[in-house]
């Protein structure tokens, strides 16, 4: 089957799906994205997904490119179109197509592009039941990280980084020695009293919808948490250390830069961690 792409009301074959060369996404960053895990061909935490995405183009002043009902129909039909059983799909709006200038263009309508892909569980289970490595990097970034902007070159670097050494992400360190997230994922430890660390929304992070679920899962099992900024070094000594995203979902670490997590094996409380959200996902709520 070949892959299906919408552009700006029309479903195009893949291949030949395109944007204007003045489209503002592609000259000034100008736009926002997200992507929306499919678990059994049903789209995981979508209300989350679209409240985000509706508040980004808020904050960036750029219109809805139509009503959340329509789109959530034009999800689906991409969805279908690909054949999509377990995958992901990816929206972008940009302010839309006008004349290179760096003010906001008058009376132009957002671009609105959806993609889906296909993606194996099972390789995410192996990474899962080995646990991954991860490097830190210093935290380059604007300061609006809270918008899902899709000006990513800083996360671009960084992950490339990781993988130029052999990680699977990196964690990145703001001017303060503090962890703020991953490239493409939000960071959390445990420390040597079991207790779970992340650091709490604002502008220094993306409020992650995977993250945001998790916590609630905490919150309904009675599992305590910690919403505070941790360091490097209590990262490097840290009981257990983990990651969260819509495609990772609760993904164990193993070792960060040349500190070795715990036993060097998946943690207890991470493994647990991961089968409470699955559970969550399973149950579609």
């Known amino acids: 089957m070949s892959r299906i792409a919408y552009v700006n009301g029309q479903y195009l074959p893949h ?38 995405l509706w508040r980004s183009l808020g904050e960036l002043q750029i219109d809805a490119p139509m009503k959340r009902g329509p789109l959530k ?19 972008q709006v940009t302010r839309g197509v006008a004349p290179r200038d760096h003010p906001f263009p008058k009376n132009i309508p ?35 990280r809270d918008i899902k902007s899709v000006s990513l070159l800083p996360n671009v670097l960084a992950k490339q980084a990781a993988k130029d050494s052999g990680a699977y992400e990196a964690f990145q360190v703001d001017e303060e020695g503090m962890i703020t997230e991953g490239s493409s994922t939000n960071a959390w430890i445990i420390d040597s009293d079991g207790k779970i660390i992340t650091r709490p929304t604002g502008n220094s992070i993306l409020a992650g919808i995977t993250r945001a679920a998790l916590i609630r899962e905490l919150e309904k099992h009675g599992i305590e948490l910690e ?27 193993v070792k960060v830069d040349d500190h070795v997590i715990g036993n060097g094996h998946p943690g207890i409380i991470s493994q647990k961690l991961r089968g409470i959200y699955q559970d969550f996902m399973i149950a579609g709520k």
Do not use: C
């Not at 003045?22 to 061909?41: H, L």
């Not at 039909?77 to 690909?82: A, D, L, M, Q, T």
């Open 110 to 144: 957002p671009s609105l592009v959806m993609t889906a892909k296909r993606l194996s569980p099972e390789k995410l289970e192996k990474k899962a039941e080995e646990g991954v490595v991860v490097i830190t990097v210093p935290d380059i970034r604007w300061t609006r």
């Open 15 to 52: 291949r030949s799906a395109n944007v204007h060369v003045e489209d503002r996404g592609y000259q000034f960053a100008d736009g926002v994205y997200e992507v929306v895990t499919v678990i059994g061909g049903r789209l995981i935490d979508e209300e989350g997904h679209l409240d985000r």
């Open 227 to 253: 919403l505070r900024s941790f360091s490097v070094e209590e990262l490097h000594s840290a009981r257990e250390v983990f990651l969260t995203s819509s495609t990772s979902y609760v993904l164990p670490v």
């Open 73 to 91: 129909a034009v999800m689906r039909e991409v969805i279908r179109r690909n054949g999509i059983k377990d995958g992901i799909i990816y929206l």
